[in-house]
């Protein structure tokens, strides 16, 4: 039988970083074993002597192997918040970091009781949020199932906080990487059953620091040393590191083991917590507790608000903002009086319309019409009547197959008929669309149907494979029959035809409501992250209304759609659409040729294509014969959108359709299109900045986008001198800020991303575009950049895109962004631009460019250098969207004496 030391509780040495001295408290908590225990606790209030009862009170439980200072930022946080009347409470687990060593080994329902007494000793009153880690989560949860407030109060209802003499309740559950139970569609994770063997566990937990450093170890980046350091210091010597490997041996992964029982019953509680807001910030590259845990707990709490932080591990609150996150969620469920960051907010809801058209429904279009064609790989086509019967079918077949409305399906098929017959199979079930544009590269498709997590995933081969080569989620369904080999081989379970076949002759599932969630969007991720948007039915539907409204489109039109996330809006439009002979993933392959190809097919009146995939029709348009390439003259309206299109791009192409009007709306994922604006009216402002010659650009904004569409509200939040949104909301001519939209066509959500949703979405009812721009006098938007580009130099803060686009006013400049080096506040101003290839290395520019350069910019613009670049980096979807972070730090590279290499 293993030697238990017993050591007494103790305080934490003096030094470890971001723990207040002033926190630790040693507290003696009778009846616990016989004798009583002591532990250590972290306590905001452990000073505090005025009798003041807090309004709220945060429970803070650690896992294993770490202890109460995983909660230090969070407790900094608190004590550091404009009101003070929120208390946490981070406690040391009883033989873990510096709490007492009992000697005694402790199971799960011990430590439950362990804290219960400690919470009636600490005399807890009113409401408490338990934060939860690793094992703290069942401990944690099985606290909480005692002191379930069974009436379902809400924080939010000043007259349910209780007095100081009522007994405590539980008001919130905060979960990170945790479990309550293992999924029954995966084994327990390698490392736990590794390390729980007989001939590894006291090596790996107690006679080394090997579980402790690999826990640590999952984190990128790494840790500091300072805070790896701390993590270790409770378990210096291996007498200190028993309940460590206690914790893994009380895993309970047989049926009969002591604490299954007791585990299964705090899972089964969590049925009874449904009315208790929940949170679940999440580390999804945790070795252990990866996202099946997760998915676990969201099917046990399905009202629970989700954060996944994609980069976060094991220790998601060392490597993620956890302490941001809770903070702006307690805001969310506390009294107004309470919340320090709460404003009074009188923004009214975009009214929902639950009457529109739905997606899937063709019937006011005649029925011979066609609905999608094809030119790759052969020449076809599907008529309106046949789209709309084998929709039908396939919605009817995959719900006897199983799919069930609200289940996600990820599609990765080619754009074309099976697209549209996915597409639209999938709305008419009601089940929800995960859409991943394959121009996210590999790791960016990995990482967003890891976080999409879809039930399904219907694709072509290739993405099959990939599919199985990477392990993605999802039941696997073919386009088309597979040989009985492939399918084993890639786990497919079925296919489109085999569905439509299958459907055929049953009554087709009712439409879905028009709250249902309609799709899973992901952005380009050329802003950031690449993020999950989730749109409803209502949603998608006045998206699909504003387009037809705007661009008075009828079903006399015929579109050729050269950005594949467009070419899903022609059916539903009533429309014939047609996606061009390219590379969809790359929408620089596009010919002028096969675009004209593509015109001729449908004799297209409406052209979408990105900004660089105009870029490149322009550049083959001189290949072009007018005998084999008639003008485009059937087509009335050409649009462009994706990034920023200079109006040159739009002149080229006009010399193509001759007959068109050329516009760009401007917008994202989370709401298109926001504003609009026609070549004609680009022509006008290219020509205003050019009649000066050092121009004061007060009239001189960035890019004008044009005026907002009809239902969408603009609002401008000025930013500080720091770059920083205010919090307030104008619609004053000329004040740089960050564009906030209202529409009844913006998204729902970001998914699994509350803490971006929460910033986004505030105020209540608008959406925040992380763009800064300028409204100007006639009420037209200009766009500046993002807020994460804006430049804050000694004199104050600059948008980069108004001196861009001058710089590429000049010939021989092609590409050109504005960076800032040095330090925030004093950052020098510099210029990176792409000129015609062999006209200059790379490098700094010529002195008579760089004064050329200078000359054209405002005032106000002190260049402190113009370099140049043989390529400048862009995104992969657009093809145009400008890493500028990447270009700054190879700038601030070059100008501190490096050697110039190409980025």
Known sequence: MRHRPIAPAQLPPAGIIGLDPDWSRLVHVPGIDGN?????????????????????????????????????????????????????IAVDQLDMGYSERTGCKRNLATRIDDLCRLSTTLALTGPVITVAHDWGGPVSLGWASRHLDTAGHALDTPSTVPRASEAVSLAGVILTNTAVHQPPSAKAPVLIRLVRSRALLSLITIRTKAFIQG???????????QVVDALKAPYRDQSRRTAIADFVTDIPLEPAHESAAVLDRIAADLATMRHIPALLLWGPRDHVFNDLYLHDLERRLPHADVHRFPHAAHFVTEDAEVGNAVLSWLQQFTSREFAAAATEDTSPAVPVMTNRRALADFSHVEPTVQAVVEIL??????????????SEQLASGMAAFGIRPGQRVAVMVTPGIDLALAVYGCWRLGASLVLVDSGLGR???????????????????????????????????????????????????????????????????????????????????????????????????????????????????RLVAAFAPFALYGPTMGITSVVPAMDVTAPGTLTASALMDAVERVNATLVFASPAALRNVVATGPALSAADKPPGESVRLVLSAGAPVNASILKDTSQLFTKAELRTPYGMTEVLPVADISLTELEKIDED?????????????????GYPLAGVTLGIDPIDEHGV????????????????????????????????????????????????????????????????????????????VACEKRMEMLPEVTMATLVGVGPRGAQALVAVIQTTPGLHSCGGAPLELTDRIRHMMASDIDLSAVLIVNQLPVDRRHNSKIDRSAVADWAARVLSGDRVASL
């Open 443 to 557: 790791i960016g498709m990995q990482r967003a149907l890891q976080s999409a997590s879809p039930d399904y995933l219907i694709g072509i081969d290739k993405a099959l494979l990939a599919a199985t080569a990477l392990g993605w989620p999802g039941r696997r369904i073919a386009v088309a029959s597979r040989s009985g080999f492939f399918n084993r081989a890639l786990g497919i379970q079925t296919n489109l035809q085999a569905l439509i076949k299958l459907g055929t002759g049953l009554t087709p599932p009712a439409f879905p409501d028009a709250d249902a969630i309609a799709a899973v969007v992901f952005t380009s991720g050329s802003t950031g992250p690449s993020k999950g948007v989730i749109y409803r039915h209502h949603q998608i539907q006045a998206q699909r209304d504003a387009l037809v409204s705007h661009y008075e489109i009828d079903t006399n039109d």
């Open 377 to 390: 790989p052969v020449q076809r086509s599907i008529s309106f009547a046949e789209l709309a019967a084998r």
């Open 725 to 800: 949104p205010g919090g307030s909301m104008t619609t004053q001519a000329g004040i740089l800020g960050e564009i906030l939209v209202q529409a009844a066509h913006a998204c729902d959500a970001y998914d699994r991303l509350w803490l971006t949703d929460y910033r986004a979405s505030s105020p209540a009812n608008w959406h925040r575009t992380g763009d800064v721009g300028r409204l100007d006098a006639n009420g037209r938007l200009w766009i500046g950049g993002r807020i994460s580009h804006v430049i804050t130099t000694r004199t104050g803060p600059v948008a980069p």
């Open 215 to 225: 826990a640590i170890e999952m984190s990128r980046p790494r840790l500091s040393p």
């Open 36 to 88: 009583g225990r002591t532990w250590h606790l972290l306590d905001t209030w452990a000073t505090r002597t005025d009798g003041v009862v807090p309004q709220l009170t945060l429970l803070c439980v650690h896992g294993n192997p770490s202890w109460s200072f995983i909660w230090r930022d969070l407790l900094t946080q608190i004590s550091h918040s404009e009101d003070d009347r929120v208390r946490a």
């Open 689 to 705: 900045r050019t009649k000066l010659p050092a121009v004061d650009d007060s009239d001189d904004y960035g890019v004008c986008v």
